[in-house]
């Protein structure tokens, strides 16, 4: 198999691809692009590993479930996407490659038998695989948010793309709770447009500098108060090396005013 790319997503909200009828069509153009990353990979990943927004521990940890079950992490949603099942199956073998690799990095990481699937993971990969026949395994944050640290790890993890295993780092391009709908237009448009800058128009290595240096970007920390939804960008960064980055979804006006995009890293192989 060819080196997959990898990807940075904007995952969207809690559990909204079990409510689309519900949606107005809110997340049309999320899903059509979530469903289009099949086609640009042109064949079926082996596994797909989630650096998702919505982990996070002490220090880097890996599901190595071989059934991994769900995590309903988040409230107020109708009572049926509490019963939502995602019975994509984990995969033990490619857990403890991530955690050598890691370790290998020089960063402590461990495995989680228990943990399951939350949004971040199982919300994209209903859209992208439904028939859920993937092997997914999940790594979470480290706590303290160091972006060098989330690089290197994603460096690491590199040689996984050799192998057939798609890394998605899932969170979102702007998040700010407590700033959306219309006063989240400007602030979110003036951070992806240096988010953009920064991950088309610059050179690998300045890339990897701004993103370190993310919160000298114009109004970082009103995009993100707190950085979870932005390190997953970190992993995905660091495991594309030198590949050149396309923005695959960009949306203005989401949920009421801000702007968000996604992007990949390499080229697809369709």
């Given at each position: 198999m060819e080196r997959l790319p990898t990807y940075f997503i904007s995952h969207g909200g809690g559990p909204w691809?079990?409510?689309m009828a519900q949606s107005n069509g809110m997340y049309d153009r999320l899903a059509q692009s979530l469903r289009d990353m099949p086609r640009q990979l042109g064949a079926?990943?082996?596994?797909?590993l989630v650096i998702s927004a919505h982990w996070e521990e002490r220090e880097f940890t890996v599901m190595a479930a071989a059934?991994?079950?769900m995590v309903y992490d988040y409230s107020g949603f109708p009572a049926h996407t509490y019963h939502v099942q995602y019975p994509a199956p984990g995969l033990p073998t490619l857990a403890g490659q991530v955690r050598?690799?890691?370790q290998g990095a020089g960063f402590a990481a461990r495995l989680d038998a228990q943990r399951g699937f939350d949004h971040g993971t199982f919300a994209p990969l209903v859209v992208m695989y439904p028939q859920a026949d993937v092997p997914v395994v999940q790594l979470s944050l480290r706590a303290g948010y160091d972006p060098a640290?989330?690089?290197a790890v994603g460096r690491a993890l590199a040689p996984l793309r050799e192998l057939g295993v798609l890394i998605?780092?899932?969170g979102l391009s702007y998040h700010n709770l407590r700033r959306m709908g219309p006063s989240a237009a400007v602030p979110s448009k003036q951070f992806d447009d240096w988010l953009q800058q920064t991950l088309i128009t610059t050179d690998s290595h300045q890339r990897a500098q701004r993103l370190i240096d993310w919160q000298d970007a114009p109004v970082a920390r009103v995009a993100h108060p707190?950085?979870?939804h932005l390190l997953p960008l970190m992993v995905a960064v660091g495991a594309a090396g030198n590949d050149e980055a396309v923005c695959v979804y960009h949306e203005d006006g989401f949920f009421g005013g801000a702007t968000v995009s996604s992007f990949?890293?390499?080229?697809?192989m369709a």
């Open positions: 691809p079990y409510m079926r990943p082996k596994a797909v059934r991994p079950p050598q690799l890691i640290a989330h690089l998605v780092g899932s707190q950085e979870d990949r890293f390499g080229q697809g």
